[in-house]
């Protein structure tokens, strides 16, 4: 069992910043990838970013050169650096695990970008 907790997310103005953590615990031996989803009000969730445990990242196309991903194997936590935020990156950020066959979700940190 791997229990994942997000923090950072909050209101940011158009063009801000913000830092989303993932903390994991747990059976984190068996942890390879972790990253981030997000899911709007009446959408369905979608891919942000992944990285390996070997430091090999993926972003999805709308963050790409906005979002940044990295991760500490050591402190079990992974990050997204999260930069020229638009209205549209509005949503709930989840964070996730994939190991063993098996994937495990934070309760998720909610993200707002308006004025």
């Known amino acids: 069992q791997v229990e994942l907790v997000e923090s950072g997310g909050g209101l940011a103005q158009p063009g801000g910043s913000l830092r989303l953590s993932c903390a994991a615990s747990?059976?984190?031996?068996?942890?390879?990838?972790m990253g981030w989803f997000r899911q709007a009000p009446g959408k369905e969730r979608e891919l942000v970013a992944t990285?390996?445990?070997?430091?090999?990242?993926n972003y999805a196309d709308p963050v790409k050169g906005r979002f940044t991903i990295s991760r500490d194997n050591a402190r079990n936590t992974v990050w997204l650096q999260m930069n020229s935020l638009k209205p549209e990156d509005t949503a709930t950020y989840y964070c996730g695990s994939w190991g063993d066959g098996k994937d495990y979700w934070g309760k998720g940190t909610p993200v707002t970008v308006s004025l």
């Open positions: 990285i390996t445990s070997g430091g090999k990242t």
């Open positions: 747990g059976s984190i031996f068996s942890i390879n990838a």
